[in-house]
């Protein structure tokens, strides 16, 4: 709606803002063009439908529409299917006392006694022209209640109607939805919620400034009414700062990587007061905002100031360790629903992102690797030693030179040769003999982990092969999540498997707690390991990763992996 839209008129005696400045006519509904345009349609073309179901978040305006709907159904002097507010009836809808107007809480009331007494009801005369039945919160009905509410909103007598009210219109029974006319409610603009505060705010004579009322649009995350509510209360003490948490310290923390700042920033929001529940949600709303600004700035609710804040926030952050932060906030939430001491979820949280190392997951593991690569130098290629990639399984007619060892550096610069060129007979075992664990472990280590994608070669970095059974090859990792991520790396490492042993090799993969608190034999130790030791020295000092030698290897291998290029 523009800016145009008619001021709800003040409701005598009642002070609170949301219910002094509720709209009373159509013309008075903001952000939900489509609602009105159906509703008032349907009243001025005579097509009013014997049922209603009002869908949408909590302060959409749909009991607010069940009103009005009634008032311009019973309106004595209807103008353009809208109600005049001056008649007997429309003030008699406004005050509650309206004999033609019924509303039942079902959150309350939601036992089949009381619907077979609106049902019996309906039935009865009426002094206007329409019987209209308001049912809030329809979803948490009985199911005996709804069953009995069922063959009237079939067939109700013609001068009654029926609006159903919900917010979670899944779990109202398919056999009632299918009987109502549907209309989904959708979350006000905050532009739109802009404007009505700073009318409302003019009609009411409050002092407010724009600051105020932005940091009320943002609290209300789309309903109108909760940002009535958080103007009445921002004006009532006075200072936007003391409704809302401030989380620049742990922004702060999160940045420069200090755990002790950011259970200090922590330590402080809880001594002012705030709970860690409502920490962990208000921060994580905050961080939803960093998130949408930097993705999609259109969708993001953040206005102004406080707008231009969170971006400076994002673009110091970045994205990907943005998005770990939703996720991890969003698993401590989770968590802290059956914690005994929530606090300590959200602490342990906070300094798992700040302390990847702490944490097993893969995008925990991914981010160590990253910041090493963004360390790491690797030395300049030697020209001499340089050859070009070679197809797998060619040989020189020539003897091979002998390993790095002999005259160079063990640091001396790894060629692509070097990463998939096949390696010798001795470690090529034909596939119909018997297989030897020592040899699958090493031809695992250097051949198969290197096919795999980036994701698949960051979780075997700290696993450790076991043993061998006939065809299963065992490998244990440290923790239950870890062993639930193999399941997203199986098909390209079995794709790696097939084409190394040419065998139905199987994996067994087990937990060993151990493999955390130690430092773990990966499966990248083994006993003569030249090609991947080299790649750990060159790239992950700190044993974070396998990685192959090439951005085009890792696509390839990521696209396509188990697969050979051929010349």
């Known amino acids: 709606m523009t800016d145009a839209t008619p001021v709800p008129s003040s409701l005598e005696g009642v002070t609170s803002l949301y219910r002094r400045f509720r709209p009373n006519r159509f013309a008075e509904i903001r952000g939900q063009d489509h609602v009105v345009r159906a509703l008032q349609g349907a009243v001025k073309n005579d097509r009013v439908s014997h049922a209603y179901l009002f869908s949408g978040p909590r302060g959409t305006g749909k009991t607010t529409a069940a009103r009005v709907l009634a008032k311009a159904l019973n309106c004595e002097n209807p103008q353009d299917g809208d109600a005049c507010c001056v008649c007997a009836s429309c003030l008699a809808i406004s005050k509650g006392s309206s004999l033609d107007v019924i509303e039942l809480d079902a959150a309350s009331n939601n036992g089949v006694d009381d619907i077979r007494e609106i049902t019996a009801g309906a039935w009865h005369g009426t002094p206007g022209s329409w019987k209209v039945y308001i049912i809030d919160e329809v979803h948490q009905l009985s199911k005996a209640a709804s069953a009995a509410l069922l063959k009237t909103l079939e067939e109700p007598p013609q001068h009654v109607v029926f609006v159903l009210a919900t917010t979670d219109p899944h779990k109202v029974l398919p056999t009632i939805r299918s009987r109502t006319q549907h209309l989904e409610f959708r979350l ?26 932005e940091v009320a649009v943002r609290l209300a995350r789309g309903s109108a009414r909760d940002a009535l509510s958080a103007l009445d209360q921002l004006v009532a003490t006075g200072s936007p700062i003391q409704t809302q948490p401030q989380f620049d310290g742990l922004f702060h923390a999160l940045i420069d990587e200090d755990a002790v700042q950011a259970l200090k920033s922590l ?16 921060f994580a709303s905050e961080v939803r905002q ?7 700035p259109d969708v993001a609710d953040a206005v102004d100031a406080d707008r231009e804040r969170l971006i400076e926030w994002g673009s110091r952050l970045g994205l990907a360790r943005t998005v770990r932060v939703l996720e991890t906030f969003g698993r401590a939430m989770r968590e802290m629903k059956s914690a005994p001491e929530k606090i300590v979820i959200l602490e342990v949280a906070l300094v798992r992102l700040i302390k990847p190392e702490l944490d097993a997951s893969i995008d925990a593991l991914a981010e160590r690797v990253t910041k090493l ?8 290629p030697d020209p001499v030693r340089s050859a070009p990639l070679r197809p797998i399984g060619t040989t020189d007619e020539s003897p091979r030179s002998a390993p790095l060892a002999s005259t160079e550096s063990p640091r001396s610069v790894v060629t692509e040769e070097a990463i998939v060129e096949s390696p010798g007979p001795d470690t090529k075992a034909p596939s119909n003999d018997v297989l030897d664990f020592e040899n699958v472990r090493e031809r695992f280590i250097q051949r198969v982990v290197p096919r795999t994608s980036r994701a698949a070669q960051l979780l075997l970095k700290a696993a450790e092969v076991r043993a061998l059974d006939g065809q299963r090859l065992t490998i244990a990792l440290a923790s239950e999540e870890m062993r639930q991520n193999t399941e997203m790396i199986a098909q390209g490492l079995r794709g790696a498997l097939d084409h190394e042993f040419k065998s139905p090799l199987s994996i067994e993969w087990i937990v060993d707690p151990s493999l955390a608190s130690s430092t773990p034999a990966p499966v990248a130790r083994a006993k003569k390991e030249p090609i991947v030791e080299v790649i750990d020295e060159v790239y992950s000092p700190d044993e974070s990763a396998v990685i192959v030698s090439s951005a085009a290897d890792h696509l390839i291998t990521e696209m396509f992996p188990g697969a050979e290029e051929i010349h």
């Open 188 to 213: 006000i603009a905050g532009d739109t919620l802009n404007a009505l505060l700073h009318d409302v705010q003019g009609a009411a004579g409050m002092d407010a400034d724009d600051a105020t009322i």
């Open 267 to 282: 330590a402080l929001l809880r001594q002012g007061g705030w709970d860690a529940e409502q920490l962990a949600e208000s």
């Open 373 to 380: 690569e963004r360390g790491a130098k690797a030395p300049a």
């Open 290 to 296: 960093v998130f949408l600004l930097q993705v999609a």
